[in-house]
Protein backbone atom coordinates (compact mmCIF):
# COMPACT_ATOMS: atom_id res chain seq x y z
CA UNK A 1 0.00 0.00 0.00
CA UNK A 2 1.13 3.52 -0.91
CA UNK A 3 1.02 6.14 1.86
CA UNK A 4 0.94 10.05 1.39
CA UNK A 5 0.89 12.35 4.71
CA UNK A 6 -0.47 15.46 4.31
CA UNK A 7 -1.76 18.66 6.24
CA UNK A 8 1.09 19.65 8.41
CA UNK A 9 2.03 23.13 8.90
CA UNK A 10 3.05 25.95 10.71
CA UNK A 11 0.66 26.51 14.01
CA UNK A 12 0.74 28.54 17.29
CA UNK A 13 0.83 26.66 20.74
CA UNK A 14 -2.35 25.68 21.16
CA UNK A 15 -3.36 25.65 18.14
CA UNK A 16 -4.68 22.85 16.10
CA UNK A 17 -3.83 20.66 12.67
CA UNK A 18 -5.81 18.13 10.77
CA UNK A 19 -2.90 15.80 8.89
CA UNK A 20 -3.94 13.35 6.54
CA UNK A 21 -2.75 10.06 5.32
CA UNK A 22 -3.94 9.36 1.91
CA UNK A 23 -3.65 5.35 0.78
CA UNK A 24 -3.68 3.54 -2.47
CA UNK A 25 -2.65 0.19 -3.93
CA UNK A 26 -4.78 -2.19 -1.94
CA UNK A 27 -7.29 -2.52 0.11
CA UNK A 28 -7.17 0.21 2.94
CA UNK A 29 -9.78 -1.45 5.84
CA UNK A 30 -6.85 -4.44 5.75
CA UNK A 31 -4.53 -2.59 7.06
CA UNK A 32 -3.43 -1.26 10.62
CA UNK A 33 -2.42 2.47 10.25
CA UNK A 34 -0.43 4.42 12.91
CA UNK A 35 1.41 7.90 12.75
CA UNK A 36 4.78 8.06 14.05
CA UNK A 37 6.82 11.65 14.28
CA UNK A 38 10.60 12.36 14.38
CA UNK A 39 11.54 15.71 16.43
CA UNK A 40 15.05 16.98 15.42
CA UNK A 41 18.09 14.92 16.63
CA UNK A 42 15.67 12.82 17.81
CA UNK A 43 14.40 8.73 17.19
CA UNK A 44 11.41 8.46 15.40
CA UNK A 45 8.47 7.70 17.98
CA UNK A 46 5.05 6.23 18.03
CA UNK A 47 2.05 8.82 18.31
CA UNK A 48 -1.29 7.02 17.84
CA UNK A 49 -2.73 3.45 16.13
CA UNK A 50 -5.85 2.18 14.99
CA UNK A 51 -6.91 -1.18 14.22
CA UNK A 52 -7.93 -2.58 11.05
CA UNK A 53 -10.74 -4.60 12.24
CA UNK A 54 -11.96 -2.70 15.51
CA UNK A 55 -11.50 0.68 14.73
CA UNK A 56 -10.12 0.76 18.04
CA UNK A 57 -6.80 3.66 18.94
CA UNK A 58 -3.98 3.88 20.76
CA UNK A 59 -2.06 6.67 21.78
CA UNK A 60 1.73 7.45 23.56
CA UNK A 61 1.12 9.34 26.69
CA UNK A 62 2.54 12.53 25.78
CA UNK A 63 -0.75 12.92 22.68
CA UNK A 64 -3.23 11.14 25.16
CA UNK A 65 -6.42 13.29 25.13
CA UNK A 66 -5.32 15.85 22.96
CA UNK A 67 -4.79 14.13 19.61
CA UNK A 68 -7.73 11.59 17.98
CA UNK A 69 -6.44 9.09 15.22
CA UNK A 70 -9.59 8.09 12.76
CA UNK A 71 -10.40 6.64 9.74
CA UNK A 72 -12.57 6.49 6.47
CA UNK A 73 -12.22 3.41 4.88
CA UNK A 74 -14.83 4.74 2.24
CA UNK A 75 -12.23 7.26 1.11
CA UNK A 76 -8.90 5.33 2.41
CA UNK A 77 -7.97 7.76 4.35
CA UNK A 78 -6.40 8.25 8.22
CA UNK A 79 -6.75 11.34 9.99
CA UNK A 80 -4.79 12.68 12.89
CA UNK A 81 -6.48 15.89 14.73
CA UNK A 82 -4.09 17.35 16.80
CA UNK A 83 -5.55 19.73 19.11
CA UNK A 84 -3.84 21.96 22.24
CA UNK A 85 -0.42 21.55 20.14
CA UNK A 86 3.00 22.41 22.12
CA UNK A 87 6.31 23.36 20.85
CA UNK A 88 7.45 19.89 21.73
CA UNK A 89 4.65 18.35 19.10
CA UNK A 90 7.23 20.21 16.38
CA UNK A 91 8.74 16.95 14.38
CA UNK A 92 7.97 15.74 10.89
CA UNK A 93 4.58 13.31 11.07
CA UNK A 94 4.71 10.05 9.16
CA UNK A 95 2.03 7.53 8.97
CA UNK A 96 2.65 3.88 8.61
CA UNK A 97 0.36 0.65 7.55
CA UNK A 98 1.03 -3.47 8.29
CA UNK A 99 -1.53 -5.25 6.63
CA UNK A 100 -3.95 -6.84 9.31
CA UNK A 101 -2.11 -5.23 12.26
CA UNK A 102 0.54 -8.11 11.96
CA UNK A 103 4.28 -8.10 12.27
CA UNK A 104 6.09 -4.87 11.90
CA UNK A 105 5.11 -1.79 10.15
CA UNK A 106 6.10 -2.47 6.91
CA UNK A 107 4.72 0.88 4.90
CA UNK A 108 5.57 4.15 4.99
CA UNK A 109 4.85 7.35 3.84
CA UNK A 110 6.69 10.55 3.29
CA UNK A 111 6.51 12.85 6.67
CA UNK A 112 4.98 15.78 6.88
CA UNK A 113 5.93 19.06 8.64
CA UNK A 114 4.53 19.93 11.80
CA UNK A 115 6.00 22.88 13.96
CA UNK A 116 4.66 24.91 16.79
CA UNK A 117 5.65 28.04 17.73
CA UNK A 118 5.24 29.22 21.54
Known amino acids: VQLQASGGGLVQAGGSLRLSCATS????????MAWFRQAPGKEREFVAR????????YYSASVEGRFTASRDNAKNTMYLQMNSLKPEDTAVYYC????????????WGRGTQVTVSS
Open 25 to 32: GRTFSNYG
Open 96 to 107: AARYLDAGSWDS
Open 50 to 57: IQWNTGFT
